[in-house]
């Protein structure tokens, strides 16, 4: 698509092209995501939901096994590892050559993800270990030079996300240069920087960095972009979130014009029509 980063990531020797938009489909195994729809906990509703991704266009298949949203309730590091391996088992039986993103903030859930099922690429909530459930900082946060996530990224040698927590473009800037440098240093490659709407923002920040995000491109790394049926949209309407595709394909509209190389959803076939119009039209 015009304008998008040239850039390739490399996914256990697989090269994921992201000059052209991708679709990351949201597979959850928890009880109490915001969004009903996207809880799958059993063996037949988790193959179908990865067979669903798949058929539908998506690239990327990005499983999370603790929820992140406020006032969620806190999931200990076994449970949400016994939740991903259940998850995965069956994932990786049902396609086998998906590319898994893994939603966690847990350096061993990571590492688990990655050495026992071949998962490709970490998705980090925390910005590195800022904050776990949104809005709620970790623990002995900033003690480390270098965050626990980065250095066992580094260890894992796969692609990672970024998401930060900041509330503006510019102090997001200036923590995003601050831990690529970190992550430079200890010799991660492939880096997605992800925005991170709804983490540590208001309604009017998250439409505010909505209408800068072209900004991020500076830093000449890809961006995804994570708003699939997002409080900031039902909040706004006055709908609930099952009410709230609608809002989120205009947002998606959005993100692409301005840069955007991945669209983490929940509505895949929508999302991928979306992907289609808006890279006619920048042609």
């Excluded at 729809?37 to 990327?60: F, H, P, Y």
């Excluded at 066992?152 to 831990?179: C, N, R, T, W």
């Excluded at 709908?239 to 983490?264: P, V």
């Amino acid at each position: 698509m015009k304008g998008l980063i040239n850039y390739t990531i490399n996914a256990k020797g697989r090269l994921l092209d992201l000059s052209e938009p991708q679709v990351m489909g949201i597979l959850n195994v928890t009880p109490d995501s915001f969004y009903a729809g996207s809880r799958k906990q059993t063996e037949k509703e988790i193959a179908l939901r990865a067979d669903q991704i798949i058929k539908e266009g998506g690239s990327i298949i990005d499983v999370g096994a603790f929820s992140t949203r406020p006032g969620a309730a806190v999931v200990s590091s076994e449970e949400e590892m016994a939740r991903m391996r259940h998850a995965l088992e069956i994932i990786r039986k049902q396609q086998p050559d998906a590319i898994l993103s893994i939603d966690t903030y847990r350096p061993e859930v990571a590492e688990m993800a990655v050495e026992e099922f071949g998962a490709d690429i970490i998705n980090d909530v925390s910005e590195g270990g800022i904050t776990g459930i949104a809005n709620v900082p970790l623990a002995n946060n900033g003690v480390e030079e270098y965050p626990a996530m980065f250095r066992m990224v580094a260890k894992l040698k796969v692609p990672y996300i970024l998401m930060s927590v900041q509330k503006d473009i510019h102090d997001m800037m200036i923590g995003f240069s601050k831990e690529v440098q970190q992550l430079r240093d200890l010799g991660v490659k492939d880096i997605i920087l992800d925005p991170g709407f709804g983490f540590g923002k208001t309604i009017r920040q998250n439409y505010k960095l909505m209408s800068e995000m072209e900004k991020l491109r500076e830093m000449e790394l890809p961006i995804l972009v994570g708003i699939s049926r997002k409080s900031m949209i039902s909040k706004l309407l006055g709908f609930t979130a099952d009410e709230s595709l609608n809002g989120t394909s205009i947002l998606n509209t959005i993100a692409l014009q301005k840069g955007a190389s991945i669209l983490r959803v929940h509505d895949v076939k929508e999302c991928v029509e979306v992907i289609k119009i808006v890279s006619e039209m920048l042609k």
